[in-house]
C-alpha cells in the first residue's frame, strides 16, 4: 500500500510534526511492514530543513530540483494565498 502526504506550508507551523508523526504512526503499526509505503511530497523544498527529523523508512518526492521555499512572499493574507496558488500550479 502506497501513502502520500501533500502538505505544503511556508511558515513553521504544528502542521509540520503532525505530518511526520502521522508518517511514523502508519508504518509502525501497520501489519505488514513490507507492504507499506509511505512518502512526504515535497512541492517547494519546504521539507528540506525537517531532513534529520524524518525517519528513514519515510521517503522525500522532491517535485522541483530548486528550492522556492525562502523566495516565495508571506506575511500577510494576499502574499500567502499568492504563494499557496504558485505551490498549487
Known amino acids: 500500500m502506497k501513502i502520500f502526504y501533500w ?3 511556508i511558515s513553521k507551523v504544528a502542521t509540520v510534526s503532525s505530518v511526520i ?3 511514523e504512526s502508519i508504518i ?3 501489519d505488514d511492514k513490507k507492504k507499506i509505503n509511505v512518502s512526504i511530497i515535497d512541492a517547494i523544498g519546504e521539507w528540506d530543513n525537517y531532513r ?3 525517519s528513514n523508512k519515510i521517503n522525500i518526492i ?3 530540483d530548486k528550492n522556492y521555499f ?3 512572499p508571506r506575511g500577510d493574507f494576499l502574499k500567502s494565498r ?3 496558488l504558485f505551490i498549487f500550479f
Open 52 to 54: 534529520n527529523n524524518i
Open 7 to 9: 502538505s505544503p506550508f
Open 62 to 64: 522532491k517535485l522541483n
Open 70 to 72: 525562502n523566495s516565495l
Open 28 to 30: 509502525k503499526y501497520c
Open 82 to 84: 499568492f504563494s499557496y
Open 21 to 23: 508523526r502521522s508518517a
